[in-house]
Nanobody, 121 residues
Framework: QVQLVESGGGLVQPGGSLRLSCAAS????????MGWYRQVPGKQRELVAE???????????NYADSVKGRFTISRDNAKNTVYLQMNSLKPEDTAVYYC???????????WGQGTQVTVSS
């Protein structure tokens, strides 16, 4: 069982920055793909950024087109923490952001509780 705890959400003005953190319950980055998703009411949860497991691809990253060049996913292996640095935020980035861990082989999913990000003036 993997436990994920997100933090770092909040209210920010357009053009501002936030950094989300996702603390995992153990050393999982070798065999788990880590991702950040977001969801707004009435819409499906969408992938924002992912960091592929070390054993599979040595940390390859993928981003949704809407956030390329603005968001960066990274990890700190010593802290078992994944980050999402969000710059140049737009009102359309407003959503609940969820951290995800997916086993690289059996594809089991674990989710955090979500953290609200609101971009508004």
């Amino acid at each position: 069982q993997v436990q994920l705890v997100e933090s770092g959400g909040g209210l920010v003005q357009p053009g501002g920055s936030l950094r989300l953190s996702c603390a995992a319950s153990g050393s999982i980055f070798n065999i788990y793909d880590m991702g950040w998703y977001r969801q707004v009411p009435g819409k499906q949860r969408e992938l924002v950024a992912e960091l592929i497991s070390i054993i599979t691809s040595r940390g390859r990253t993928n981003y949704a087109d809407s956030v390329k060049g603005r968001f960066t996913i990274s990890r700190d292996n010593a802290k078992n923490t994944v980050y999402l640095q969000m710059n140049s935020l737009k009102p359309e980035d407003t959503a609940v952001y969820y951290c995800n861990a997916r086993h690289a082989v059996v594809r089991t999913d674990y989710w955090g509780q979500g953290t609200q990000v609101t971009v508004s003036s």
